[in-house]
């Protein structure tokens, strides 16, 4: 009986995977990621447990998916071309999109959900290849351990490597890399600019980044940034959208195509 109630009002489970994903198609070379901002559950998908689940997380990064959204328009503002835009809106307490399927759901039902996020970084990686020849990728996260600090995460160079064999490590730590520009920007980065600290194995990157970054080849290059509560906050968050989206504009400059390879 409940079952039927449920079909009839379209709650069903995976009734409409993509509803818990926001994505958005862009014009650009640039893609952002936040897969651990959403808040929503997922019909027919229980609370992870993490039973034989290495790096298991339920929490929140809480306010990353504002943030990705506030420099995605910040970037449409500036340059007149969005950004790709993937957003979870599922709870990374059912789903979590930064872990490879085995790890990152316990419930049937969620793979249709955890798949949409995964196509559309697919999708848009593609394009971006497609359209551009080459691009960027920041997947947006928050951490608890320092509040003023963001973290690179680049799998120890390995997520950028068409960057830095195309343009030297400048192209990450120099003064038109991201992170460089963030750094210009007053931001406290860890590892510090060109310092040869290995990153925090907290937070060095995940499937993400291994996945749809340059580690095993081609020119999509990705970069995690955890970023520290005072960047997530209500209050600072559109101030740190902008500085971002100017980092990124900087590093689009430097190291993009001007152009897409065909039309406007
Ligand atoms: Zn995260």
Do not use: C
């Not at 862009?26 to 559950?41: F, N, Q």
């Not at 979590?96 to 049937?108: H, M």
């Amino acid at each position: 009986m409940t079952t039927i109630l449920f079909l009839a009002w379209g709650l069903s489970p995976a009734a409409d995977p993509a509803a818990y994903v926001t994505y958005r198609t862009g014009t650009s070379p640039i893609i952002l990621s936040a897969p651990h901002g959403g808040t929503l559950p997922v019909p027919g998908v229980g609370v992870r447990t993490g039973f034989a689940v290495a790096q298991f997380v339920t929490v929140r990064d809480t306010g990353s998916d504002d943030v990705a959204l506030a420099v995605a328009k910040a970037l449409e503002t500036k340059t007149g071309r969005g950004p790709h835009l993937v957003v979870a809106k599922f709870a990374r307490t059912y789903i979590d999109a930064n872990r490879p399927a085995d790890d990152a759901y316990e419930w049937k039902a969620a793979a249709p959900v955890y798949a949409v996020y995964h196509k559309a970084l697919a999708d848009a990686k593609a394009t971006v290849a497609k359209d551009w020849g080459r691009g960027l990728l920041l997947d947006l996260h928050g951490q608890g351990a320092d509040p003023n600090a963001i973290f690179r995460g680049t799998n120890d160079g390995k997520s950028v490597t068409h960057l830095t064999d195309r343009f030297g490590r400048a192209g990450l730590t120099g003064p038109s890399g991201v992170l460089g520009g963030l750094e210009r920007a007053g931001y406290k980065v860890v590892p510090a600019g060109d310092s040869k600290d290995k990153e925090d194995p907290r937070y060095g990157g995940g499937y993400i980044t291994r996945t749809y970054g340059s580690r095993d080849g081609g020119t999509v290059d990705a970069i995690q940034l955890e970023l520290g509560t005072s960047m997530r906050s209500a209050a600072k968050r559109e101030r740190f959208a902008r500085d971002l989206a100017d980092a990124v504009i900087v590093y689009a400059k430097e190291y993009l195509p001007e152009k897409p390879k065909a039309g406007p």
